[in-house]
């Protein structure tokens, strides 16, 4: 495994784009990414970039990750959408976990554990001497497809009943459990995303110990001194999703500015470059798009400097963050639409990366994390309706 700089992650992406472009379509047809994908991401070190040092991360800023993000996405939807579900789940697993269940998942693996998996609490853990019991099914679980350890968001059960950590706010913890112990149920079947490996999968009365698991909103980290690892999943994800939206949108619009000098439209003698109507509406939606990168680059990146100076996040700045993720996403889908309607017939040609990211990015830009609930609750914030919204 090589160990790399912080400086060097993005450029370190661009050198994956030959292979993923030769492995796309098979990534599709398998529904995960080919194993020559993952191992390289693994020979490279991008697999391990994110996390703590003890996990063999080099603890990237954020502005760092989110450039490399565009880039994984900007190469191929699926593959980045595993750049932003594997390398989140294994940095929150190495940050959070307790020292005796890092020492069984990562030190006892030579570090070389990929993760993946669905947060969300839609299991339940009854809590019992040492640990918990798990049962539940959990569904878009991205990049399981090739992990080897499983993260299933659960709510913890004392004797049937929820157990509060605040007036209506009850815990949440994930639990990291064992490939080999998890039912997976398939269900990947989707329009677009295909290479990702987001499957259904399932639990039944399966033992986690306490050490395994970690609360979903943790932000105290046992390793890591970044300060993504005082920053918590929810900050990290949303920049995920962001830097998806915007890589998947610029493949988009950089693929019809290439193709725009030799697209002629039937019964137009006018090549596309060359109509007004084209040059204006690519100008706008550049501009769009690199105005919505800089908002998403500034409020990740001031969030991260009133951490890095010792202070906790507050509500307006996660506020901050996450209608940042929202808003890029909507740009990125305005983009792709625009893009897709003036590269007529040629957006629909099955196998091209333009018809395959407009498909992904309708696929991802469904997920709940982006949603208008999202962006109503950053505004309720804003305007002083609520103090705070703890999902943010």
Known sequence: ????????????????????????????RKRTMTDAIVDEMWGSGLMTALSPAEAGGIEPSLAEIIETWIEMAWQDGSFGWIGIANLPSRFAAATYLPDEGFAEVFTAHDNHVTMGGQFFPNGQGA????????????????????????????????????????????????????RDEIRFNDGWHVQGLKGTGS??????????????????????????????????????????????????????????????????????????????TFQKGLAHHVAAWRAARLLVLDAFSTAETVVAAGEDLNPTLRADMRAAAVYATDTARECAEWAHLVAGTSSIREGSRLERAFRDLYTGTQHA?????????????????IDDQFGL
């Not at 918990?132 to 004392?158: C, E, L």
């Not at 949603?371 to 002083?384: F, H, R, T, Y």
């Open 1 to 28: 495994m090589t160990t790399v700089r912080d400086d060097q992650l993005v450029s370190l992406a661009r050198g994956m784009r030959e292979l993923v472009r030769a492995e796309a379509a098979e990534s599709e």
């Open 127 to 178: 809590v019992i001497d040492g640990g918990y019991r798990v049962s539940g099914s959990w569904s878009f679980g991205s990049g399981v497809g090739h992990s080897q350890y499983v993260a299933a968001g659960f709510f913890p059960m004392d004797d049937g009943e929820m157990r509060w950590i605040s007036d209506g706010i009850p815990e949440m913890r994930v639990a990291v459990i064992p």
């Open 199 to 276: 499957f259904d999968y399932s639990a039944e009365n399966v033992f986690v110990p306490t050490a395994r698991t970690f609360g979903l909103f943790d932000r105290h980290p046992y390793r890591g001194t970044s300060p993504s690892a005082r920053m918590g999943l929810m900050p990290v994800t949303a920049a995920g999703h962001a830097s998806w939206a915007l890589g998947v949108a610029k493949s988009m619009l950089d693929d019809v500015a290439e193709l725009a000098a030799t697209k002629f439209r039937m019964s137009d003698m006018a090549s596309l470059a060359s109509r007004p």
């Open 369 to 385: 994390f982006i949603s208008e609930k999202v962006a109503m609750d950053c505004a309720q914030i804003w305007l002083g309706i």
